[in-house]
């Protein structure tokens, strides 16, 4: 009996230390935490584990491998390299039609992409102006986010319960951005995180989109806008700061949630 | 808490976050069915395209941590680029069958495979899979051992610190099931979502190595004092 109960305890604490815990049973925990101080110990033994192994040294990919394998891929296609058949002869004659087709093609091609292309910079721009609308319902209810919590174990599983990706929530207190909650907004029809910081008296809300939809930096409705992506997400700040504030506000997230460069420091 | 479900959430997170407390709360049994990833049907996004430009797509962007997968895998640089050429090899073949869920883990269970797959072929002896053992000794693997069924007094937990090189013999040293788990969190910094659609196994088995690979590690580097 014994053994179970601690067996169920070292899951339930491997699932916090990883964020894996839903807010209740989180909160929870860390109410036993604060009581129980062989639950502590235990709980700070597995932190130094985690610290000692994120510190191993990251095996880097070797640059010659990847293009090893693109050239193992080239030659992985039976049947499509070597012997001129008859068919290449043909295409030869036919060459100008070809030319002719090729060009039209290429026209429509062009005309198509730069109309994409505008129509994604208009889709960014509208990306941009929904998320300065979600920092201004936010600052219009009677709090901006939906859950409340100055603790970052609380504020990621509450996003991983409610959303299929969940950005890292790093506590910049450290550097005057001190974490309050996080709420869910929605760009266009999909759920996003909004991570809510407190600059001084100032509201900041940091929008996660995904990657590669970084918006222009600019002003809306009197509320600053700055945007930069990593792999995972596209994050978009959005606060009635000024500029130059939002870039240490990056600088600040940049370097407290690091998604490959410097898996150490974090715990 | 206003609720805030959306259809999407209902879908992936809610599920998952269910099914983590019924294994909480033993509700479920460790063994019982796959997660829940699996209600997300596959969608081929791949069939219209050249499969070069869905490889480069899907597998390219995961190269750095799929060799950082295998050299764990496999314990060195060389085995780990060979295991790499043939996992890119074996997804571009494959590209066909990804179904746009999760190009990350797809990427990587194919990497995972290759590497076990080329253990066997080339290192008949090093490695021990639980599916070798018995259902008994792979129970007493997982869930016994030095501090398996004692609560240690708090004097008696003492914080360590390992160096990088004590930590790199430690997880060297894990048997396989252990070391992958601890690996696909620590290094490649999954969710057990993910980790568990990778090594082929029940989220509850995953909790269970990860808690029972983090006790063996802190028993070893312990030892090292």
């Not at chain 2, 160096?163 to 070391?179: V, Y």
């Amino acid at each position: 009996m014994i053994a179970s109960i601690k067996e169920n305890d070292e899951l339930q604490m491997n699932a916090y230390c990883d964020g894996e815990l839903d807010p209740p049973s989180a909160v929870e925990f860390e109410r036993r935490l604060a009581d129980d101080e062989s639950l502590k110990a235990r709980y700070n033994r597995l932190l130094s584990l985690r610290r000692a192994v994120r510190s191993l040294p990251q095996y880097e990919l070797p640059p010659c491998l990847k293009a090893r394998i693109k050239s193992a891929l080239d030659t992985d296609r039976p049947g499509q390299v070597g012997r001129p058949s008859q068919v290449s002869r043909l295409r030869q004659r036919s060459w100008s039609f070809q030319a002719l087709a090729a060009a039209a093609v290429f026209g429509a091609v062009i005309s198509s992409s730069v109309m994409m292309t505008m129509d994604r910079y208009d889709s960014r721009e509208e990306v941009a102006q929904q998320i300065v609308a979600g920092h201004i319902r936010g600052l219009l209810a009677p709090q901006p986010f939906d859950i409340a919590s100055s603790d970052r174990h609380t504020v990621k599983p509450w996003f991983t319960s409610h959303l299929p990706e969940s950005p890292q929530v790093p506590d910049l207190a450290a550097h005057g951005f001190v974490l309050v909650g996080g709420r869910v907004d929605v760009v266009g029809h999909d759920p996003v995180a909004t991570i809510v910081y407190k600059h001084a008296k100032h509201t900041v809300s940091l929008t996660t989109v995904p990657p590669r939809q970084s918006v222009s930096d600019q002003t809306i409705a009197g509320y600053n806008v700055r945007s930069w992506s990593d792999i995972e997400f596209t994050y978009i700040a959005v606060s009635d700061i000024p500029p130059e504030d939002l870039v240490s506000f990056e600088h600040a997230f940049s370097a407290a949630s690091p998604v490959w460069r410097t898996l150490d420091s974090r715990d | 808490m206003p609720n805030m479900t959306t259809p999407l959430s209902v879908n992936r997170s809610n599920s998952w976050g269910t099914e983590l407390n019924e294994v909480l709360s033993g509700k479920r049994s460790e063994g019982s069915d796959r997660l829940s990833s699996q209600q997300q049907a596959p969608v081929p996004i791949v069939q219209h395209k050249n499969e070069r430009a869905a490889f480069d797509e899907v597998f390219l962007p995961h190269m750095a941590e799929a060799y950082r997968l295998a050299q764990w895998l496999t314990g060195n640089a060389c085995d780990a680029e060979d295991v790499v050429q043939e996992a890119a090899l074996r997804a571009f073949r494959g590209i066909k069958s990804f179904g746009a869920v999760n190009a990350r883990a797809w990427s990587l269970t194919i990497v995972r495979n290759t590497a076990y797959s080329w253990l066997v072929k080339n290192r008949s002896k090093a490695m021990v899979f639980t599916e070798d053992l018995s259902p008994a000794e792979q129970q007493e693997l997982e869930h016994e051992g030095p501090h398996g069924t004692r609560i240690e007094t708090p004097e008696e937990i003492a914080l360590f610190k390992a160096d990088a090189e004590d930590a790199e013999h430690a997880l060297a040293k894990l048997p396989a099931q252990f070391r992958e788990v601890i690996v696909l969190r620590e290094i490649n910094q999954l969710n057990y979502r993910d980790i568990a659609e990778i090594t082929n196994v029940p989220i509850g088995t995953v909790m269970s190595r990860l808690s029972r690979g983090r006790q063996l590690l802190i028993a070893l580097l312990g030892d090292r004092r």
